[in-house]
T-cell receptor
Framework: EAGVTQFPSHSVIEKGQTVTLRCDPI?????LYWYRRVMGKEIKFLLH????????ESGMPNNRFLAERTGGTYSTLKVQPAELEDSGVYFC???????????FGQGTRLTVV | QKEVEQNSGPLSVPEGAIASLNCTYS??????FFWYRQYSGKSPELIMS????GDKEDGRFTAQLNKASQYVSLLIRDSQPSDSATYLC?????????????FGTGTRLTVIP
């Protein structure tokens, strides 16, 4: 069974550009989470989808970040326009239920220069 | 103010020894406690969860929780070189889902053959 997959694994963009990260959860997992780790800091929660609905987006840093999960399958996280402080590793995780184990993807390393 | 604090290490132990990893958290309402293992460049992997005071053992791993002291620890017995990784402590708070996690910055463990 395929795990959580994220694309791309690495992305280097210039300040002001737009980047879209994609996450494919484990098949059948209704719950999908985005997390971010910036350099030297802890992994921080961004938001939680249940199917296509945003259950909790309290961790989204600002309105330059837009997450979608149309159809309740894969999810995208768009950063527009990107700033230097957005650099970090963006993790996606999925779980079957809200309180069952979440499995993490390997992350997308984003570098904004 | 940090929610979850861990000693960043590195922590070095000889093969066969007990590795002791510690974590404190600030929110007394925290409900669930997790230890993740992350190999370099890989996804965080759940290795232990604990929900009530006391000890929980799983193979060579023992998680210990003391809610009064707001302290959770992970003991790894008979440490192996393959245990060398970063160990992340994570907690959830009352009213959030089990996967809306607050992470510590992680402790890097090196097991010396």
């Amino acid at each position: 069974e395929a795990g959580v997959t994220q694309f791309p694994s690495h992305s280097v963009i210039e300040k002001g550009q737009t980047v879209t990260l994609r996450c494919d959860p484990i098949s059948g997992h209704d719950n999908l989470y985005w997390y971010r780790r910036v350099m030297g800091k802890e992994i921080k929660f961004l938001l939680h989808f249940v199917k296509e609905s945003k259950q909790d987006e309290s961790g989204m840093p600002n309105n330059r970040f837009l997450a979608e999960r149309t159809g309740g399958t894969y999810s995208t996280l768009k950063v527009q326009p990107a700033e230097l402080e957005d650099s970090g590793v963006y993790f996606c995780a999925s779980s079957q239920d809200r309180n069952t184990e979440a499995f993490f993807g390997q992350g997308t390393r984003l570098t904004v220069v | 103010q940090k929610e979850v604090e861990q000693n960043s290490g590195p922590l070095s132990v000889p093969e066969g020894a007990i590795a002791s990893l510690n974590c404190t958290y600030s929110d007394r309402g925290s409900q669930s406690f997790f230890w993740y293992r992350q190999y370099s460049g890989k996804s965080p992997e759940l290795i232990m969860s604990i929900y009530s005071n006391g000890d929980k053992e799983d193979g060579r791993f023992t998680a210990q929780l003391n809610k009064a002291s707001q302290y959770v620890s992970l003991l790894i017995r008979d440490s192996q070189p393959s245990d060398s990784a970063t160990y992340l402590c994570a907690v959830t708070s009352l009213g959030t889902g089990a996967n809306n996690l607050f992470f510590g910055t992680g402790t890097r463990l090196t097991v010396i053959p």
